[in-house]
């Protein structure tokens, strides 16, 4: 569909001279364009994007770049699916929402399926996507890509979700979750309302951590990933204290991690949990892949009927905690991280009801309300 993009001729150019062999600067400074008409983004690992006006539209996967979209009051244009999107979060704030059914879906599911012919639909602005992903799930080629940015918008995402990540090749992600969400602030020239953004989050954990336990005072979790299934025995560990947004929620709050310095490289079995018998067993994204019923009938049942899950501390204790995870941006995050503290410390920030739903008005750690004006650019 040539002529298509006229506004945004300048990424098209670019990705052409790339797969031509022209490879160019990723990590040159940006030029933020406050008093031009036209600016330039870098999202590492993504090469360098001049925009000759302000992009209104935008596809993403259900993830962090979802959930900074949402943050910034933008609902996408298209996604990949709604399978594992944080919807539920979004509803629980006065005034935001999103209308699934104005929402063109890219794939077949979160990770797969992925047909060019919905990109063409959307006609997005800018695609919120690591092309990356594209060629290891979908098998798309450097052409593939090339073909969409030219006909509708770059592709601008980066993965942050995990350490080390088959699409980024072991490396650790090119930004916390902060990082990301101000690159996207660069790309809808939102600098004010990030600031806002950032302001709110430092005051709210800053509130928390002034609560917390000295450090070697907190206990120790086993951050589980992938999934809990106790029936299958078999079990896979995220590093706490890497840069990776699945674990932050836990790092953020400074517990200790079980298997600090001994990370297993694939799943592990009961005799390995039991050996560090961590104080905390954490289901990393649970918080938003399932409910309270579904967690306790799927992970916690599991465990306490279990003859080996029976004889961990943190089973005999009740300790089984769930936190948002691998898909979490800035509103989950603040769900998340709260639903943490009063999981493991009900005594200083209220008891944790199960649901972030059902969290007391009077026991909330962040005000819902001023995080919805500052969403809706009233700040």
């Not at 101000?182 to 950032?198: C, P």
């Not at 649901?355 to 009077?362: I, K, L, T, W």
Request: charged share 25%.
């Amino acid at each position: 569909m040539p002529g298509r993009r006229t506004v945004l001729a300048s990424g098209a150019s670019l990705v052409a001279a790339t797969v031509a062999g022209c490879t160019g600067d990723p990590t040159a400074d940006d030029d933020s364009g406050s008093d031009t008409e036209s600016y330039t983004v870098t999202v590492e690992p993504n090469f360098r994007h001049t925009f000759d006006s302000v992009p209104e539209s935008y596809t993403a996967i259900p993830s962090v770049w979802l959930d900074i979209g949402m943050a910034f009051g933008i609902e996408p244009t298209a996604v990949a699916s709604f399978d594992r999107a944080p919807l539920k979060y979004y509803e629980l704030l006065p005034d935001v929402s999103l209308d699934t059914d104005a929402v063109t879906l890219l794939a077949g599911g979160a990770e797969e399926g992925y047909d060019k012919e919905n990109f063409y639909a959307a006609d997005a602005d800018v695609n919120l996507i690591d092309p990356r992903a594209l060629k290891f799930y979908a098998d798309w080629s450097d052409d593939d890509i090339a073909e969409i940015e030219s006909a509708t918008g770059p592709f601008l995402g980066t993965t942050i979700r995990f350490q080390s990540d088959a699409l980024t090749d072991g490396k650790e992600p090119p930004y916390d979750l902060y990082g990301a969400f101000e690159q996207a602030a660069r790309i809808f020239q939102r600098q004010a309302q990030f600031d806002a953004w950032q302001s709110f989050y430092d005051d709210f954990i800053e509130g928390i951590r002034s609560e917390l336990p000295p450090e070697d005072e907190r206990p120790s979790v086993a951050a589980i990933w992938r999934g809990v299934n106790p029936e299958s025995g078999q079990f896979r560990i995220a590093e706490i204290d890497a840069m990776a947004n699945n674990t932050r929620t836990y790092r953020e709050l400074g517990l200790r991690d079980a298997f600090q310095g001994r990370i297993p490289d694939g799943p592990i079995g009961y005799e390995e949990l039991l050996d560090v018998d961590p104080d905390y067993i954490g289901a990393v994204g649970g918080l938003t892949s399932l409910t309270h019923e579904e967690f306790v009938s799927t992970a916690v049942e599991p465990f306490e009927n279990d003859p080996n899950g029976q004889q961990l501390t943190a089973v005999q204790n009740g300790n089984l905690v769930r936190t948002g995870g691998q898909y979490m941006g800035p509103i989950v995050d603040l769900y998340s991280t709260e639903a943490l503290a009063k999981q493991v410390f009900p005594d200083r920030f209220g008891a944790w009801p199960g649901a972030v739903a059902d969290v007391p008005e009077a026991e909330r750690l962040f005000d819902r309300e001023e995080l919805a004006a500052i969403i809706n650019g009233e700040f």
